[in-house]
């Protein structure tokens, strides 16, 4: 069999991984040594020269982008194709299982994903319900504890307080935002994995299905793995399946979101056979860049140990400025860039970079000062601005009314003469009853104590989703999304609101439409059973940031 195609390109020790035998793999890939290409390159060996069924594989990573890109380079090299491969997030590939799964995960099949701002929504109400005072209790800070908790595979009853009255009304908190998720069918980020591995340890056969299935986990940026992310890797591994890891001890730098560095040396311990490989030679940086990174890391005791090398020649010498403040940093950067601009250069190539977004404030105000023209990259996303979220609730309410999230945002936006009272008085009857928000409306229309004319707007709100449940029930996906726009009259109501945002905002949701329309359900939303419109829903949630304050990027124009 004529391999080349998947070797010819491979140095040494990226050869050395791609080829080896079944087994357990440790993969040190130090920045810049192509460990995308090994990874790739590995998934074609096993199914094109090892024979591997590609339903066997199932290969995870940490970003869509890089599932996206592994997937399309591995499409390169597989002449049959990916299909049948798994390839995704831990996120992603639980969120498909869960689909397939739902009955044995007690869930709803059209369960929903809360994102990071619906979830601090949910939990500000929740707190309210236990008479937390915000100011006390912030929602964010609950949040945070509850998905650092699920991180770390525990459930409120698993957690230890220390005779903590403060963690002890975290658990109270957390209890409660539970009961709240699982009775309107939605689930957070942290949830889709926990509750995927719950499943699992709990179905010894469906464990033992999906243990014959995949003989083959690969796993990409293995330091940045957290305590149940790797506790679900050992479960599907069982005593069967190759284990082919690859990571670098030397980039981890997600403590702070819980992923456990630890995790590297652990799998050696956990995995006994396992090999070691290292992949040292760099080909994104120049000598003395490399040099001066290995002597920094070199100060680490407690690594595995590797010394990136490349070919590329020494390059230029490395500068170091250490700034007096924050000020005196930015007027650095820009002088630097107006020195390049005056040499030649062009201040279309140059770019600042930037740890946090609250950094480019200074960047921003020293170009102003100079009059150098700028863009900033990195802004609010798409799926996150407030008007598409508004319209994609009402997508939301009417394919799944039990869906608590989207009721709270839309039943108001545009505002109806549904004030806070009346809504406070349906959350009380919703938590007495343990039922959805959409369950309490009904419950009072059919013989409540609300005022007539509040009961008068919610039987209005509630016919107007019932009417685009039933308007929408045979239309396409980008019919659907100009449904809900023009039924819940959000144009007219952006345009009154004005402040100067209205035509973007008219723009951004006829963009909504226009993204509708080329979506295109993936071959693992098919096969996991997602209709046309739970894939879009499920894809737009999936593209708004989890994580606050995320690097960013100004670049010069």
């Known amino acids: 069999m004529d391999v080349s195609h998947l070797l010819d390109a491979l140095n040494p020790a990226q050869r050395e991984a791609v080829c080896a035998p079944r087994g357990h793999y440790l993969v040190l890939a130090g920045a810049g040594s192509g460990k995308t290409r090994v990874l790739t390159h590995r998934m074609a060996w096993l199914t094109e020269v090892e024979r591997a069924s590609p339903w066997s594989v199932l290969a995870v990573t940490f970003t869509n982008k890089a599932a996206g890109e592994m997937r399309g380079r591995a499409e390169l090299l597989m002449p049959q194709g990916t299909r049948g491969l798994w390839v995704g997030t831990f996120h992603g590939i639980a969120h498909r299982w869960l689909r397939q799964h739902w009955r044995e995960a007690v869930l709803p099949e059209t369960f929903q994903i809360l994102d990071a701002d619906d979830q601090i929504r949910l939990v500000k109400r929740v707190n309210a319900d236990l008479g937390l005072e915000e100011s006390r209790w912030p929602a964010r800070q609950a949040a945070w504890f509850i998905n650092s908790m699920k991180d770390e595979g525990k459930r409120p009853g698993a957690i230890a307080t220390d005779y903590n009255p403060a963690t002890r009304t975290l658990i109270d908190i957390y209890s409660a935002y539970e009961e709240r998720c699982q009775r309107a069918g939605l689930v957070d980020f942290a949830e889709l994995l926990l509750r995927t591995h719950e499943t699992l340890l709990r179905d010894s056969a469906l464990l033992a299905h999906y243990r014959s299935r995949f003989e083959h986990l690969l796993i990409d940026e293995f330091q940045d793995t957290n305590t149940l992310q790797y506790a679900f890797v050992r479960l599907l591994a069982g005593d069967r399946a190759s284990v082919f890891v690859v990571g670098d001890d030397d980039q981890a730098i997600y403590g702070w979101r819980g992923a456990k560095v630890e995790n590297v ?31 920094v890391i070199a100060r ?19 500068d170091l400025y250490a700034a007096y403040n924050e000020q005196d940093e930015a007027r650095f950067v820009i002088e630097r860039i107006q020195r390049w601009v005056r040499e030649g250069g062009s201040a279309r190539d140059a770019a600042i970079l930037y740890r946090s977004n609250a950094q480019s404030r200074l960047f921003e105000e020293a170009l102003m000062v100079q009059g150098m023209k700028y863009r900033v990259y990195g802004g609010l996303r798409f799926f996150e601005r407030a008007e598409v979220k508004d319209a994609l609730a009402y997508l939301r309410l009417a394919l799944m009314r039990e869906d608590d999230a989207a009721f709270e945002r839309a039943v108001n936006t545009p505002p109806r003469g549904i004030g806070e009272r009346t809504l406070d008085a349906l959350r009380m009857r919703a938590r007495d009853a343990r039922s959805s928000l959409w369950a309490a409306v009904e419950a009072e229309l059919a013989g409540g104590a609300l005022a007539a004319r509040a009961k008068t707007a919610l039987r209005g709100f509630i016919e107007l989703i019932g009417k685009l449940a039933m308007d929408s029930a045979e239309a396409s996906l980008a019919e659907r999304m100009t449904l809900a726009i023009e ?45 046309e419109v739970a894939a879009f829903l499920a894809h737009a949630t999936s593209r708004r940031a989890r994580h606050q304050a995320k690097p960013g990027k100004t670049v010069c124009s």
């Open 265 to 295: 040396q652990q799998f050696l311990r956990d995995f006994p056979n396992a090999v070691t490989i290292k992949l040292e030679q760099n080909y994104r940086s120049t000598a003395n860049i490399l040099g001066a990174a290995n002597a």
């Open 300 to 318: 680490n005791g407690g690594r595995l140990g590797k010394d990136l090398w490349t070919s590329a020649g020494d390059g230029d010498a490395i």
């Open 487 to 531: 039924a819940a009259r959000l144009k007219p109501y952006y345009e009154a609101e004005g402040k100067g945002q209205a035509e973007s905002r008219s723009d951004n949701l006829d963009e909504l439409i226009n993204v509708a329309a080329r979506f295109e359900r993936s071959v693992d939303d098919a096969e996991a059973g997602l209709s």
